[in-house]
Structures are given as C-alpha cells and as structure tokens.
C-alpha cells in the first residue's frame, strides 16, 4: 500500500505541470524614451496596510520622472524637478533588474512597446520610533516620443534647451506644452516661436520678449 501511493505521488509530480515564468523580451525596454505614468506605494504596518497611488496620467509634471534605457547599461533622462539624472543598471535572471540607487533589484512584471512595470519589494525603519515596515513599490512607466510635443521639464527660460522633453529650442513649427506648476520665462529682448502652445503652467514674457505662434 506504502508503495502505491508513493507511485501516485510520483504521477501527480510528473503530470502537474510546472509554473514557469514566461521570459519577457528586454529589447523592447531599449531605443523608447519612458515615463512616469503611475507609482504605487503599499506599506503594510502590522495588518494596517496603506495604500498610495500618484498618477501622472501621461503628462509631465513634477513628481514624474522620465528614462532612455541604453543597452549598454546606461540609464539617461530626468528626475523628478526635471534635471538630468544619468545612471546605470543590470539585467538579472527572472526577469530582474537593479537600477543604481536601489538596495535590491525590482521584478519587471510587464514589457510592451508601450508599457514597462516594475515592483521591489523592501523594509524601512523608521527613524523616530524604529519600527520597521515592508513597503512595496510599484511603479508603470509609458513610452513617449519627447519631440512630438515640446513638453517642459521644469521652470527656467524658454531659450534654453533642456528645459524640453526635445533637448532644443521650440521653433515655429513645434507644438509646445507648458507644464502645471512651472514657469517659463521669456528672456528680456528675446523673440520665442512655436507653432502651438498649451499652456497648463505660467508663460512671462520679460521686458521687450515676444512670443510669435504660426497657428493663429
């Protein structure tokens, strides 16, 4: 009898089948300008968990951040306040990737031409009262073509270059997006072209600036 069920425990073995993770195809990560599209956050406190979502809902804001994976391990693009933040990354096995300033690799959940998700799971001590938390982080970025729309990444002047998602200078056949809770100032003297312009944030035009649009 002993063996009988030995040899049924050896049939159920061989007939369940195995779950294996399906490899996702990292090329699609490569030559796509990415951005935040939404970041949640779970932190389990106990059995208290508490959930946080930020949704960018595809326009850049501060708060997003935006990357162009290279596929030499060299991360480019901007962070939060809109500067350039170059770093660096490494593919792991199980569909896993460690991106510098991490303190362990996060699991890549989804990649397609158009969608790329991530989740890390890791502890925090808190600081005042030393109790630590396991906090999850989600985050799902959206590709983007950043010279299609001239969307600004910050505060700063319209002259200068990397204050677009382009890296140039708006010209008069360019669509130009003013993002909330940033202020473009036009240089004093200084004459701006755009052929569109969406203004979500503040536009100042210095003493003597002008600002021409071809699509009046």
Request: proline content about 5%; aromatic content about 12%; some cysteine.
């Amino acid at each position: 009898m002993k063996n009988i069920f030995s040899i049924l425990a050896l049939i159920a073995i061989i007939i369940v089948p195995l779950k294996v993770q399906a490899q996702i195809d990292i090329n699609k990560l490569y030559g796509k300008h990415w951005r935040t599209k939404t970041y949640d956050i779970v932190k389990s406190h106990s059995t208290i968990p508490i959930y946080y979502r930020y949704e960018d809902k595809g326009a850049l804001d501060y708060g997003s951040t935006t990357t162009f994976f290279h596929n030499d391990g060299k991360i480019t693009g901007f962070n939060a306040g809109g500067w350039p933040a170059p770093g660096s990354y490494k593919l792991l096995p199980n569909n896993q990737i460690f991106i510098e300033g991490d303190e362990k690799a996060s699991q890549i959940t989804k990649l397609t031409d158009t969608e790329f998700s991530i989740e890390i799971t890791q502890p925090y001590t808190t600081t005042l009262t030393n109790e630590t938390y396991n906090i999850t982080t989600k985050i799902t970025y959206e590709s983007f073509d950043p010279c299609t729309l001239y969307e600004s990444l910050r505060s700063g002047n319209w002259d200068d270059p990397t204050l677009w998602t382009c890296q140039q200078v708006p010209s008069v056949n360019t669509n130009v997006q003013i993002n909330k809770n940033h202020k473009i100032k036009v240089p004093s003297g200084y004459t701006a072209y755009a052929k569109n312009i969406i203004l979500k944030g503040e536009l100042d035009l210095q003493q003597n600036a002008n600002l021409i649009s071809s699509n009046k």
